[in-house]
């Protein structure tokens, strides 16, 4: 059985404790923890989220749905989970300017993304509308 949520948050308040008892005298260190923290958290979560992917991906073969969508889709998630650790990492180490920006990349990117499906959309209601 893998971590879970209990071992996740035992890991978390330690680092926590750790960050704490060592940031007056060795911040750098302190930022170093909280990254390294995060990514462990990040990676095992990660892979709690694969075993869910295949599942759903079984489900939408079955149904027959477009998988060309669905990938979309769970890249617009990735990439939407992926740019918020990422900025709360750099909020952490202090560089809220820097976290603003992968945030605002990170909402351009799945505006980006999400323009097939906009179209897809689009499209169907003008053909509904064409059949009214």
Partial sequence: MGMGI???VGLGVISTILILMIKSQR???AINLT???GLIIFFIVILKV???IKIVEKYVGVAGINTFY???LLKIIAISYIAEFGSHICKDAGAGAI???IELSGKVIIVTLSIPIITSLIELILSLGRKI
């Fill in 27 to 29: 911040p750098d260190m």
């Fill in 99 to 101: 976290a603003s920006k």
């Fill in 50 to 52: 694969e075993g869910v």
């Fill in 35 to 37: 990254i390294i923290t």
């Fill in 70 to 72: 669905f990938s979309i």
């Fill in 6 to 8: 209990l071992q996740i």
